[in-house]
């Protein structure tokens, strides 16, 4: 069955510090993954996709089909990238979700 | 990018009522969806709106508890039936054209 787990339900770090927010899938075939971000107070949205290989705000995450990851990092982090990160599967034309993790930068 | 409008915003419903969430999106899409989140959980796929035709549901979800309509390319609504306690939660329209997916602000309903 296809899955999408992320362990960690909250992160907390300085900033300044690395980020890595931990993502794992379950899926037979070729994925397609994405992490969406919501900030306090607003809508979901894409922070980037791992068919585009691009780095938004200082994130990038690899697809590691290996280890069936794709974990979200940043090597420094700010406070205003405070927020809910959601790990997400392409399944057929919708998307599977994670169940979170919340990310907390304090000064 | 697509602007995805949803109505109520939020609502407290009685048990045993039905309530009726619109969603409005700015542009034509071929995609819309239905998901649920309820408190501290994740989003759940709730089902696809098709354009014309039936909705297709995930499993546990239903047509007589959730139908589901799509008159055309930029509209849809999704009716919560019968709602009880654990009906409260946030329900959000997404939309997609181009493989990306965007969402509304969500509906926040409440059953008493």
């Known amino acids: 069955a296809q899955r999408v787990t992320q362990p960690e339900k909250l992160l907390s770090v300085f900033k300044g510090a690395p980020v890595e927010l931990k993502c794992n899938y379950s899926?037979?075939?070729?994925?397609?993954l994405f992490w969406y971000v919501q900030y306090s107070r607003q809508r979901l949205q894409l922070l980037l996709r791992h068919i585009s290989r691009e780095s938004i705000k200082g994130f990038t995450a690899d697809l590691n089909k290996g280890e069936t990851s794709f974990h979200l990092k940043k090597p420094f982090a700010q406070e205003e990238d405070s927020a809910m990160y959601y790990c997400?599967?392409?399944?057929?034309?919708?998307?599977?979700f994670g169940k979170g993790t919340t990310l907390s930068v304090s000064s | 990018s697509a602007v995805i409008s949803q109505k109520p915003s939020r609502d407290i419903c009685q048990r045993g009522t039905s309530l009726t969430i619109q969603c409005q999106v700015d542009?034509?899409?071929?995609?819309m969806f239905w998901y649920r989140q309820q408190p501290g959980q994740s989003l759940t796929l709730i089902a696809t709106?098709?354009?014309?035709?039936?909705?297709?549901?995930e499993s546990g979800f239903v047509i007589d508890k959730f139908p589901i309509s799509r008159p055309n390319l930029t509209f849809s609504t999704l009716t919560v039936s019968n709602m009880s306690p654990e009906d409260s939660s946030i329900y959000l329209c997404?939309?997609?054209?181009?493989?990306?997916?965007?969402f509304g602000e969500g509906s926040r309903l409440t059953v008493l």
């Open positions: 899926y037979s075939g070729s994925p397609e």
């Open positions: 997400a599967l392409k399944r057929g034309t919708a998307l599977i």
């Open positions: 709106a098709n354009q014309g035709s039936e909705a297709t549901y």
């Open positions: 997404s939309a997609s054209d181009t493989g990306e997916l965007f």
């Open positions: 542009s034509q899409v071929t995609m």
